[in-house]
Every structure is written in structure tokens, then in C-alpha cells.
């Protein structure tokens, strides 16, 4: 069976698997952010949810003749949810393959039906699933600490109270904590974008356990993960020191290190090593740190834009990237396909594109382990 068809079964199965859940009773709240996010794959899963929902006459809702126009919809769920819910929009992958090849065995439904769907999925489920305050949305009372977190696949920005402005990857928390003296802010996982507004008088520091990243008036990406974490300097220069304290005054103009002359493997609070546009700088627990002089910006950041870049990337760090975005996890059952050289662009919510890919390859054969697990063998 070729992937397409194979591909296609599985979400039929999924959406199945889902809908009948759903007539048994209430979800859990967990089983409603899975579903979520399984609807947020793409339009595919939507469609075949709604065909599953409506055998079941769950979806009463649905214009079943196709009248319903799309501004009716996005009126429905804007007045639900309070806010603009954005369709998702397919793009042609590198790899050659197109969502609309997934609707195999059925007649082809006209262009609207994706991006309805889309609307009407994120008005019965997407909202509910808003952690603690939308998108955008201006935190109250900055002098007291206000947490942000993003849940599987969720992305969202929000704007602070002097401008400043933070980028939201998927599985990403942050503490606000604006003193008299500093903006403070803890990143206790995931991944954000920090843009900073300029303010002399009340430098920006974001936090990584006793690793500190000041800038005043620039734009960097800082991404937390177990046993490192990295920065990368979009605009401006960023200040990175280890061992600070919150309250404590570095003056890193005098004593720092520029990333070029750096050759010390300690870095404290009295040697803080300065990170320049285009530079990165990784931090290990063990001390270690590693540093470019000059990176990808576009790449480093282009989760911002919901895409994965990958250039001679190994498959198993390709594949753990997708696993942070998507309920669907793959697996690598092979050392040897593990150290496949990967090449692309990619959607972060499209992890059907790399199975794709990877049949298409002729070096691999995908086997659905689970309702939500893949498994890549050698073929």
C-alpha cells in the first residue's frame, strides 16, 4: 500500500477512533486538547472527522446541502471564541506531496469545505482549549508575576505593558515579573522569541535557571531544553551571564566578552559574554558552551512562520522536531535511518510530509503502531 492510501486510512481510523469517543459521552479534558490537535493537523483530518461525526449525526450543526457560506461561519466562531481563528493554509512540500491527494476514495469536495471546517473545529474545541489568556492579549498588573504557557503544538504571542512583544513556541513557559529595577522574565521551557522595546533605565533579562540574558533594546530567540539551552541574536546584542543574581547590576559593556575573542570555558556574572546579530551561543549543563559567529536567522526562527527548515539535518533530530509540534509521535526502529541525511522544509502541524518523504525514499516502510504512534523501519 502506498503512503498516500496508507496515510488516508489512518486518519479515517483516527477520525473514527474520535467521533465514537465523542458519542460516548463528555470528553476529558485531556482527550479534548488531543483532539484538538489532531484537528489541527490539517484539513484532511477535519473533513474525515466531520464525514465520521455526521455517519453518527453528532454534527447537526453541519450544512449538510454546502449552502452555509464562510462568512457566516467565521462570524459563528469569532462571537464563540472571541477572537479571530486563522484557517490552515497548505502549502506545496519539497517533497512533491499536496493535502488534496489525501481525500482518496471520496469525490472531490469543493475548496471551501477545508477552510469551514477548519472555522467550525475551532469553534467547538480550539477555544475552550485557550490557556489562561488569548493571544496578544496585554498582561494586568506586571508588578506581580503573570505566567504564560503554550500547550502540544500551540503558538502565541503576547504583548507586554512598555511594548515589548514574546513569541510562544509550542510546549513554552514563561513568568512575567516587571520590578522597579528590571523586566524579568523566567522561561522555565520550550522556546520564544523575545522582541524587546528600548528602555535604558529598566534593562530586559530573561532568565534559564541561574543563566541570564539581558539585552535593551533588540530581538533574540532563546530555547530551553534539557541539558542545554541556546541563544541566538536576531537584532541588536544580548548579554549573556551565568551564576547572576536577580537583582544585581552587570556591567557587561566593560566587562564582557565579545563572541569573536571568546576562548574561556567559564562564563559568570563578572565575565558575561556578548551575543551580536547573527551569532548563537549553546550552554550546557556540563559547562560546555558552544558558539557560531554567524547562523541561519531565517532558519532558527522560521517555527515563527510554523516551518521547519532541515539542511543535512540527521532524521532522529528531524523527527524529534516534529514529535514537539504533533500528538502524532514517530519513531526510528533503525541506528542506520537514524543517521538519514534529511533536507527540506517542512510544516511544523504536517508530519504526514516526512513519512511521505521517507517512503518516497525507498529506503524506509512506515507501520501505524498505535492511534497515535508511527514506527519507520527499514524497508
Request: aromatic fraction near 6%; hydrophobic fraction near 40%; charged fraction near 25%.
Amino acid at each position: 500500500m502506498n503512503m498516500v492510501k496508507q496515510s488516508n486510512s489512518l486518519i479515517i481510523e483516527q477520525a473514527s477512533y474520535w467521533a465514537v469517543l465523542l458519542d460516548d459521552g463528555e470528553l476529558s479534558e485531556k482527550d479534548r486538547r488531543e483532539l484538538t490537535h489532531w484537528l489541527l493537523m490539517g484539513p484532511a483530518h477535519v473533513e474525515e472527522f466531520i464525514h465520521a461525526c455526521v455517519l453518527l449525526d453528532l454534527m447537526s450543526d453541519v450544512d449538510q446541502s454546502k449552502k452555509l457560506s464562510v462568512d457566516k461561519l467565521l462570524a459563528q466562531v469569532e462571537s464563540a471564541a472571541g477572537s479571530k481563528v486563522t484557517p490552515i493554509t497548505q502549502h506545496q512540500k519539497l517533497t512533491g506531496n499536496n493535502s488534496d491527494h489525501e481525500t482518496s476514495g471520496r469525490p472531490r469536495k469543493t475548496r471551501w469545505l477545508p477552510v469551514a471546517a477548519c472555522l467550525l473545529a475551532g469553534a467547538i474545541f480550539a477555544y475552550q482549549m485557550l490557556p489562561v489568556k488569548s493571544a496578544g492579549e496585554t498582561p494586568v498588573a506586571q508588578n506581580q508575576p503573570v505566567q504564560y504557557k503554550t500547550s502540544l503544538g500551540e503558538q502565541r504571542s503576547i504583548t507586554l505593558e512598555d511594548g515589548s512583544i514574546i513569541y510562544l513556541n509550542t510546549l513554552t513557559a514563561v513568568d512575567i515579573n516587571y520590578t522597579g529595577k528590571y523586566r524579568n522574565i523566567v522561561l522555565h521551557q520550550g522556546e520564544a522569541i523575545f522582541k524587546v522595546a528600548h528602555n535604558l533605565q529598566k534593562p530586559f533579562r530573561v532568565w534559564v535557571n541561574d543563566t541570564m540574558f539581558q539585552a535593551l533594546g533588540t530581538e533574540f530567540n532563546v530555547r530551553s531544553e534539557p541539558g542545554s539551552v541556546a541563544l541566538t541574536v536576531l537584532t541588536g546584542e544580548v548579554a549573556l551571564a551565568r551564576e547572576a543574581k536577580k537583582e544585581q547590576l552587570i556591567p557587561f559593556r566593560s566587562t564582557g566578552i565579545k563572541l569573536t575573542d571568546f576562548t574561556a570555558p567559564d562564563l559568570t556574572k563578572d565575565r558575561p559574554l556578548l551575543v551580536t546579530v547573527g551569532q548563537k551561543a549553546v550552554l550546557q549543563d556540563n559547562g560546555n558552551i558552544h558558539t557560531e559567529a554567524s547562523v541561519d536567522v531565517a532558519r532558527e526562527t522560521s517555527w515563527k512562520s510554523r516551518e521547519m527548515i532541515f539542511r543535512n539535518d540527521r532524521l532522529d533530530n528531524v523527527v524529534r522536531e516534529f514529535n514537539r509540534y504533533n500528538a502524532l509521535q514517530v519513531t526510528i526502529a533503525s541506528a542506520d535511518l537514524s543517521g538519514m541525511s534529511v533536507t527540506g522544509v517542512f510544516e511544523t502541524n504536517d508530519p504526514m510530509s516526512l513519512l511521505n518523504f521517507l517512503e518516497s525514499s525507498g529506503k524506509a516502510r512506515i507501520e501505524k503502531t498505535d492511534i497515535n504512534k508511527v514506527t519507520v523501519y527499514d524497508r
